[in-house]
């Protein structure tokens, strides 16, 4: 990690490696904290793929403190199309089985319907990745607290225990000191491997290839729309845009790796399918890795420099998202001087078990993808293989994934006494258990409960007295931003379970009661990772 004798290199506060979505996330998160960061991109234009596909409903709340949601919808899949799964043991056939889930339009309409805390603020939206990099991309450049430089390298960096040297090369080599860097850049991260943070895996790996094209071909909708086609002989297609934008990506064996993969994917479809243009392939090795550890004193890793997983499920980039936010108020404490000691350690601490957690939902369901072709190929009958489906339908809507990771055991969350609330696949259960997302209701004015959220935070108070008062005090002693938002709305109390409820700035629960406790200090210094008094 020598990186040269450049004695007077630039300082740039915070760098972030990698202008994907987790990176420009992480980058404007810091803006909202009014901290400074330097966003590097060794690319010079946006992506020409799209990698993911699926945002889910928590990613899409917190990109909505971007005010980015608009945009997003408006150029992603429209929301009245289904989100369905199709089974069949070749294309040629009807399908075997279909899993469909309510479409956008639908999940909005119950969403405005039900105010019990069972419904996410945001449903979920389709977009091709590459979009969402644009997106946000055209956010980081035009945000003044965001330094974007396109087609910058990082070459090298090396670390003492004030700063961080970046050798970073954009036509020609220089040298930046920063505070931190965060390494969002990718399987192949070079920030994580100068920091010497090593991945273990799990599960199969293998080479694959995607090939995105398009294709107007009517066989592609014989048996109706479709957001995934799963066939037996090996092969997944993915609609991009519910017209004529696809991706196929399957396996390939040694002696298929230089065949035409058009020839490959129209064999392992089983049709002649018309395709009128390629518009990129690419071969990637499967994995389901975590990174050992995240951080390596002021390096850190988050997105899939962190965590890989296979292309089911739609876990990757939203993980990614929830690392962001997470890392971000954290890196903006230790900038603005009021964390404490172990806050910046709490990221790792609450964001691996995610990872770890996601992994292995990852894993069920790419484990009924490997099954369901040995099962067609062993002679299972239609019907044998249509049970075994049905069996594991729960798998891919799995809302407790989204929106009930917890941070219960986190250093930084007031634990309490008691059961946690229960955890289900198919529905979330609506808590404000400490480390817990707070569950999403509509006050009577109409207007939702997040959005009365600051940036900072946030101690909602359902108290008719404003009880929480003193916590401003306390919080404005350890110079902590807080926001004390008094609510009066029978209904939230009532979902949101207690009188007061302390917020982090990532939305998740600090610390509730029903009454104020007897040392806002101890509380607000646990929450920013200092000891307890």
């Known amino acids: 990690m020598d990186i040269g004798n450049d004695r007077t290199p630039h300082e740039a506060g915070i760098v972030v490696v990698g202008a994907g979505p987790v990176g420009t996330t992480l980058a404007l998160e810091l803006a909202r904290q009014g901290v400074p960061s330097t966003l ?3 690319h010079t234009a946006r992506s020409p793929y799209p990698k993911m596909d699926f945002l889910n409903g928590r990613s899409m709340e917190l ?7 608009e945009e997003i919808r408006d150029r992603g899949v429209g929301p009245e199309h289904a989100f369905r799964f199709q089974w069949s043991r070749t294309f040629a056939e009807e399908p075997l089985m279909t899993w469909e889930y309510s479409s956008v339009e639908e999940l909005c309409k119950r969403n405005a319907e039900v105010n019990d805390g069972t419904s996410a603020l945001e449903a979920y939206q389709r977009l091709p990745g590459n979009i969402l990099e644009e997106i946000l991309r055209d956010r980081a450049a035009a945000h ?4 974007l430089r396109m087609g910058t390298k990082v070459v090298d960096l090396d670390q003492d225990a004030d700063s961080v040297r970046v050798r970073l090369d954009d036509g020609r080599e220089h040298t930046v000191r920063a505070d931190y860097v965060v390494g969002c850049d990718g399987a192949g991260s070079v920030v994580r491997g100068a920091a010497d943070l090593t991945l273990s ?3 199969p790996g293998g080479n694959h290839r995607d090939v995105y094209f398009r294709s107007s071909d009517p066989l592609l909708r014989r048996h109706g729309h479709f957001f995934l086609a799963v066939v ?7 609609s991009r845009d519910e017209s ?3 991706t196929a990506f399957f396996p390939v064996s040694e002696q298929e790796e230089a065949a035409d993969p058009l020839d490959v994917m129209r064999r ?9 243009e390629v518009l990129h392939t690419a071969m990637w090795k499967g994995a389901m890795a975590v990174a050992d550890s995240y951080r390596d004193g002021r390096v850190l890793i988050a997105g899939d420099a962190a965590h890989q997983f296979y292309p089911t499920g739609g876990h990757g980039a939203n993980t990614g998202i929830g690392d962001a936010v997470d890392l971000a108020w954290k890196l903006a404490a230790q900038t603005h001087g009021w964390a404490g000691p172990g806050l910046l350690d709490s990221y790792e601490a609450e964001r691996r078990p995610v990872a770890l957690f996601n992994r292995e939902m990852c894993a069920n369901l790419l484990e009924v993808w490997g099954r369901f072709p040995r099962l067609a190929a062993s002679g299972a009958t239609r019907e044998t293989l249509a049970g075994f489906l049905r069996e594991e339908e729960h798998q891919v809507e799995n809302l407790a994934i989204h929106f009930d990771y917890r941070y219960a055991h986190s250093p930084v969350v007031v634990g309490e006494e008691g059961t946690e609330p229960a955890w289900s696949w198919r529905h979330t259960t609506p808590s404000t258990w400490p480390g817990s997302r707070p569950p999403h209701v ?3 004015d109409g207007s939702a409960i997040f959005d009365h959220l600051g940036d900072g935070f946030t101690l909602v108070d359902f108290t008719p007295d404003g009880a929480g008062a003193a916590a401003v005090d306390a919080a404005r002693a350890s110079g902590i931003p807080l926001l004390h938002r008094r609510v009066d709305d029978p209904n939230g109390r009532a979902v949101w379970e207690r009188d007061l409820v302390l917020l982090r700035p990532d939305q998740h629960v600090a610390w509730r009661g029903t009454e104020p406790p007897g040392d806002w200090r101890a509380v607000l210094d646990t929450a920013r990772g200092a000891p307890r008094r």
């Open 442 to 444: 509509f006050l009577a």
């Open 201 to 203: 895996g799990e599960g």
């Open 268 to 276: 392992r479809m089983g049709v002649e399918l018309r395709v009128e």
């Open 244 to 246: 004529d934008t696809w």
């Open 63 to 69: 990109l909505r403190r971007l005010g980015v949601v």
């Open 232 to 238: 037996a002989s090996g092969i997944t297609l993915v």
């Open 40 to 42: 590097v991109e060794r």
């Open 144 to 147: 003044p607290l965001v330094d």
